[in-house]
């Protein structure tokens, strides 16, 4: 038997697209005679479709879509993740499902019992757990097929009692196929192979497991699909960050013709670079749009946002606006035109000080005997939100964020100033993370000129201000915030790793505090286990110091 793995990039609600694509691999599969082909957990209508799936007519236009794909599903069967309806008047109205597709029927429907409620995942909101197990038979072979599950701890969820393979092996199954909604980030493949390994040899059985790849908004999908043979030996793994399709021989109870693979994972900066390409590029081509904006200050943030948003969607389709103000250095200037030159992208400078002093005149009367101090500053970036922001109504560009996780996480940043934008593109990458990324970036050539590497960072809203005024060293800001946002730690373990007390509980009082900031910025790129947004819902008005 040939087993075909399809790694798709799918877009949520789009199942015109999603059908075609889907119905296109399986005649290409078909042609390079494979006996059934798998697609990945919910496929039809995109992962995760959250409340699209409370609406009857999104469930109705999954339903014609795998009426479709059965159609053209002749002469090779198909598995295929969708929503289906729960028949029962008991329990929630849906079950995540895998579709069994074979001679031109829906053979078999086997429904996720292990929903995920923990960071991103929400799907005990919409889907019924199923209670029932049992294998499909294709070409008189048994197949345990589950859904995501095999990536499971159930010592972690206590509300399982056990996972649906120990139920399947009773029927004693001669391959295992698990079809996934795995989402990037960058410690997770080493988990995910350690995960499909272990169970290829505790169930002592080949395993075929197929992810997505692709963006959805802040949610990155790196496919990574893999095959492990009966002993938990790696035997091979699909493209990352691509689609991919291949085909394996089964037969005998064995994978054939492929021998164990060491498993070398990517550098984690280099995975971080390819899974914020993908995300910029996937939230522009899904959402219907072509052209950023950006404000370039000639600091590191702007800088690698401006060169990746130059990979992803070519050159040619970013606009860096340059905003001097009274501040701001003249190597400053200079380093963004630098960059600008060596991207080639298109530029424009637009200075600020008029607009700023004209705020500053006008409220004079209200402020009169008040000194500098942080109004003054975040008037600087907003009138920088009002002119990226009247470049995006006026071109029809999207505004792109450039604030770094570590700023987002102590609230170093202005809302409606340098917080505005449509999407976040390093608001999951610590600052020390941010150099890294831009030495990756020039590992080959110098596009990111080194004078903006090398400088002490500076939002350049007073004069010789310099990050390191408000906050501490980055090297030791993200080792402590990493420990609280990551790892959950408390003030008291993070003090007992060698941390200052009096710093410990100042950051962690700062990060508390800029909640209500967060709740207002941009959905931000995933790239970490723990980002802000989705997987990290804390009350704004809440009050704990831990």
Known sequence: MKIALAQLNYHIGNFESNTQKIIQTILKAKDQGADLVVFAELAVSGYPPRDFLEFTEFIELCEASVNKITEACSDIACIIGTPTRNPRTEGKDLFNSAVFITEGKVKATVNKALLPTYDVFDE??????????????????????????DLWNINDNPLYITAPMDQLIAEGPDIMINIAASPFAYNHDDNRVKVLSDNSKKYKLPLLYVNHVGAQT??????????????????????????????????????QGLEPLPYSPLPDIE??????????????????????????????????????????????????????SKYSTDHSIQDALDLVENLGCQ?????????????????????KGLPFNVAEENIQARCRAIVVMAFSNKFGYILLNTSNKSECAVGYGTLYGDMAGAISVLGDVYKTQVYQLANYINREREIIPQNTIVKPPSAELRPGQKDSDSLPDYDVLDSLLYQYVELKKSSRDII?????????????????????????????????PKAFGMGRRMPIVGKYLS
């Open 124 to 149: 005990y909101r919409y889907f019924e757990p199923s209670a029932e197990f049992g294998c499909i038979e294709l070409n008189g072979k048994k197949i345990a097929l589950t859904i995501c599950e």
């Open 218 to 255: 802040e949610i990155i999908f790196d496919g990574g699909s893999f095959v492990f043979n009966e002993k938990g030996e790696m035997l091979d793994q699909l493209k990352y960050f691509e689609e991919d399709l291949r085909i394996y021989e089964f037969n005998d109870g064995k994978i």
């Open 271 to 324: 995975q971080i670079h390819q899974g914020l390409l993908l995300g910029i590029k996937d939230y522009f081509t899904k959402s219907g749009f072509s052209k950023a904006v950006l404000g370039l200050s000639g600091g590191i943030d702007s800088a690698v946002v401006c060169a990746l948003a130059a990979e992803a969607l070519g050159a040619e389709n970013v606009m860096a606006v340059l905003m001097p």
């Open 347 to 367: 530029h424009h400078i637009v200075a600020i000080k008029e607009a700023a002093d004209a705020f500053e005149h006008m409220l004079e009367p209200a402020f």
């Open 496 to 528: 007992a790793k060698g941390f200052d007390e009096e710093l410990v509980r100042k950051v962690i009082k700062m990060v508390n505090k800029a909640e209500f900031k967060r709740y207002q910025t941009p959905p931000i790129l995933r790239v970490s």
